[in-house]
């Protein structure tokens, strides 16, 4: 088509200023061919990033949790039931339920803070990955913005308003796994209807079936863009399953417990999850506001079984976690684009307002029937974080981004023992700077420092005496702070390689640990972590991209004690290598090898865990631009290691003492899953 | 001649913008339209910034475009298609035909053409693309009709304009 041409090199000559803008950081560059989008310029530091739809749609996902392993280094598991909350391990955490990893899904938190199981309970089985549009990370404490349990690292995936296609999807699959979905989202009035439904039944490679099943769905209308318009959204999930904990190794090689056996038949669960909520957002040439109001209605039902008999030889070990609760908060914020002496510079005030009334407990069961009530508690947690965070380009290779972020929170715990009730409150200010120098020759260099926190169990800040064994214990601080500096390099320096690294250390005040007695998160001793990162991305050829990660850390306490510094499943090395087709005709597919490595499972660091390598697979086929079919495959060289591991004592029926041990959860066998999806 | 002036205005724009730190991002679309004579087609070439246009996307869909996928040119496309149309003397649509577009770093320009249609046919013209997304979107539209350029300027306020 020859005709008259526009002025393009004269607009493009017009851009030869284009920053990010400010009024929306999250926005990135379009992918002009195919690759991911470049952070350069855009990222406050060397491990942050954004992923695509397209890149979490041609992910392997056991389960939805998995989506969140599109962040380098960051390894997600399951020690139970599909129902539970996933176990998290990054930059040298053992983050059990999700402690130190902020997740949030449009803004709504869903780390669960005092909750019965554990500090910082991350269930994501209400994700719906056909509405997941991108998922953006960060590691470090560097930003204010990022309040509770951000140290480690922060996780945030964003629902699409509107859909680009239309889908429904039918999935089967080896191991009673059965899944379909629908999601579509049609104009209504002058605004879109987005509505999701999804069901879900897996039952794992388990001798006692998990019977896995969830209801889930979302509703949400929205008017505008979601820079300059307003969205309302309900969500409903509801699941119920079994669980097959965590195993003794002394069993299992005495060939009285098989692999995929459960000692107690009766561990499970039952969690259901409503929220409403909405956002509003404003964004003019000189400013932006956001707010977002959320209520979220969670319940769980857990009964777990660790120790099997060693508390209770009669009855055993069986315990109940019931918590109840609703979450209620705002969260607002304002930017200003000024331009003092020519600079341009962006500041943004904000507040997080977050509100829960938890009702929880611990009893002892058997067979899910409650035996004795050890507490029960109603918890009323209120928190209240302010923050002003300044991005200044100082010149066209040097910007700054400075923060402060000020926290208050109070806890007030009313308990079966009047001595574990009580009110207490704590306050943190967090510091953060990031100085980011380049582009130089397609390479950017960070320095961050940043001051960090999680809050702890509500429950501890008034605990005097151990409810189970009546002994005194003392009381733990409501805020724990964490600090942490970093060196880091991104550089795309090699035509379709993005590379970066960054070295990096994080010191917490007190650690959060698993007690896999009580089943709970405790607040432990001081730690210091080192690490480093390496993160490649290399996009040959249209068709193919290879992902190359790899991340060690060296994590210890700080304290001297005699048992040893090391820190109990603090994961060590992690590596993952993925080879990604797409557009190969009608081909697709992917392939992923992601290395857990060992871990120490006791301080003196004389047991380890082994490493685990898992590889998993899918091919995609399309028959036409509506219709494709999928196969996934998990695990495909069925490995027999661990999904992971602990070292405590426990007892079996028939043991006449407690034994030290490895318990361990099997990587799920090899299974396929096979999926037909249709657009339109 | 216009297109001349129109040309000059715009070198010195961007010298301007790229000389001095920018108060404000400048935010452009460029619209040429004119009749082949070989093809008896009207042609309309679009060219916009890029960065507008993945903003654009982003905010509508929360999501990364790759317009090199032909399943996101096709989102583009529904978005351009409906707020860029030109209406007939009847005041009904003229057939407009997707071509395709080219991306760089820095525009993204996006071709369409009336097929065996003169100019004249052209009646009104309704350009509204960028400019309902962002508030200070200055659309321009060159028309080339005979030996004269004729320059129409658009923004959301004033995004339909009559050609007679």
């Known amino acids: 088509m020859t005709m008259l041409r526009p002025l393009p090199c004269a607009l ?74 996933n176990q998290f391990y990054l930059r040298g955490f053992n983050l059990d339920h999700g402690t130190d990893l902020r997740t949030t899904v449009d803004d709504m938190p869903v780390n669960q803070r005092s909750h019965a199981h554990g500090q910082g309970w991350t269930d994501l089985n209400f994700l719906i990955p056909e509405l997941a549009a991108r998922l953006d990370y960060k590691k470090g404490p560097y930003s204010a913005q990022e309040g509770d349990f951000a140290s480690a690292g922060s996780a945030a995936v964003t629902y699409a308003n509107r859909l680009t296609k239309n889908v429904a999807t039918v999935s089967v699959g080896q191991n009673g796994y059965a899944r379909t979905a629908i999601a579509a989202s049609p104009d209504l009035g002058r605004g879109t209807l987005l509505y999701a439904l999804e069901l879900v039944h897996n039952d794992g490679p388990f001798t006692h079936p998990d019977d896995y099943s969830k209801v889930n769905g979302v509703l949400r209308y929205s008017e505008g863009y979601a820079n300059n318009g307003f969205s309302i959204s309900a969500m409903a ?22 692999r995929y056996d459960a000692v107690d038949p009766s561990d499970g669960g039952a969690s259901r999850r409503l929220s409403l909520s909405g956002v509003w957002r404003r964004t003019a040439t000189d400013s932006a506001s956001k707010v977002n109001v959320y209520i979220i209605r969670n319940q769980l039902e857990l009964f777990s079984n660790f120790t099997y008999f060693l508390d209770d030889p009669v009855n055993g070990d069986q315990f109940s976690q019931p918590d109840r609760r609703v979450t209620s908060g705002v969260n607002a914020s304002h930017t200003w684009h000024l331009h003092p002496a020519g600079l341009e510079n962006d500041l943004v005030v904000g507040t997080q307002l977050q509100n829960d009334n938890i009702f929880n407990g611990l009893y002892s069961t058997r067979d899910r029937q409650v035996l004795s009530v050890t507490r029960a508690d109603h918890v009323v947690e209120t928190s209240l974080g302010l923050f002003v965070e300044n991005h200044t380009r100082w010149s066209d290779t040097f910007r700054t981004v400075a923060g402060l972020r000020a926290d208050d929170y109070r806890f007030d715990v009313r308990s079966t023992l009047p001595e574990n009730s009580g009110r207490s409150n704590a306050r943190l200010a967090s510091p953060s700077l990031n100085l980011i120098f380049g582009p130089w020759a397609l390479t950017d260099f960070y320095l961050n420092f940043g001051d960090g926190f999680h809050s702890n169990d509500a429950r501890g800040t008034v605990t005097t005496v151990d409810p189970k064994s009546g002994q005194p214990v003392g009381t733990v601080p409501g805020l724990v702070r964490s600090h942490g500096m970093e060196l880091g390099v991104r550089t795309e320096i090699v035509p379709k390689l993005q590379t970066s690294l960054s070295l990096y250390r994080l010191d917490f005040d007190s650690e959060l640990t698993f007690a896999g007695d009580a089943g709970t998160t405790e607040a432990g001793r001081p730690s210091r972590r080192y690490g480093v990162e390496f993160s490649n991305y290399y996009k040959p050829l249209k068709w193919l991209s290879v992902d190359a990660d790899l991340a060690f850390a060296r994590a210890r306490s700080r304290d001297d004690d005699p048992v040893g510094n090391y820190i109990p ?107 037909l999806v249709k657009n339109w | 001649m216009a297109r001349t002036r129109f040309t000059i205005a715009l070198a010195a724009a961007l010298v301007f913008s790229s000389t001095a730190p920018q108060a404000h991002q400048f935010h452009a679309g460029i619209t040429d339209i004119g009749f082949n004579q070989k093809t008896g087609s009207t042609e309309i070439v679009h060219t916009y910034m890029t960065h507008d246009v993945e903003a654009l996307l982003g905010e509508l869909y929360q999501r990364q475009f790759d317009l090199s996928r032909p399943e996101d040119e096709a989102i583009l496309r529904k978005y351009v298609e409906k707020q860029f149309f030109i209406l007939g003397p009847d005041q009904r649509r003229l057939p407009i035909h997707w071509v395709g577009l080219e991306v760089n770093v820095d525009s993204v320009t996006i071709y369409q053409e009336i097929e065996d249609t ?23 539209i060159n028309i080339k009709q005979g030996g004269a350029i004729r320059t129409l300027s658009f923004d959301h306020k004033s995004a339909d304009q009559n050609l007679r």
Not at chain 1, 237 to 258: C, F, H, M
Request: aromatic share 6%.
């Open chain 2, 118 to 140: 003169p100019l004249s046919q052209a009646a009104r013209i309704h350009q509204d693309v960028l400019s309902d997304f962002i508030a200070d979107q200055a659309n321009t």
């Open chain 1, 569 to 675: 499943g603090a994961v060590e090395g992690v590596g993952q290598l993925a080879l990604t087709v797409d557009q190969l005709g009608a081909w697709s597919g992917a392939l992923r090898l992601r290395y857990f490595g060992p871990r120490p499972l006791i301080e003196d660091n004389s047991v380890r865990s082994k490493a685990s390598l898992t590889l998993n697979g899918r091919i995609g086929y399309r028959f036409s631009r509506d219709l494709q079919v999928e196969l996934e495959a998990f695990n495909l060289s069925n490995r027999r290691d661990s999904a992971i591991d602990y070292y405590y004592a426990s007892q079996l029926q028939g043991e006449s003492a407690p034994h030290m041990d490895i318990h361990f959860h099997p990587l799920e066998a090899r299974s396929l899953r096979l999926t």
């Open chain 1, 237 to 258: 999930y509801r699941a119920k399953w079994n669980s097959t904990d965590q195993i003794p190794e002394r069993a299992v090689d005495a060939g009285t417990l098989g």
């Open chain 1, 12 to 85: 493009a000559a017009l851009l030869c200023h284009a920053n990010c803008r400010a009024d929306d950081p999250v926005i990135q560059r379009i992918l002009v061919e195919g690759a991911r989008a470049s952070q350069l310029g855009v990222a406050d530091s060397a491990n942050a990033g954004t992923v695509n739809q397209n890149q979490l749609e041609m992910r392997t996902v056991y389960r939805p949790g998995e989506l969140l392993e599109a962040t380098p280094g960051l390894v997600v598991s399951q020690h139970s039931g599909e129902g539970k909350a």
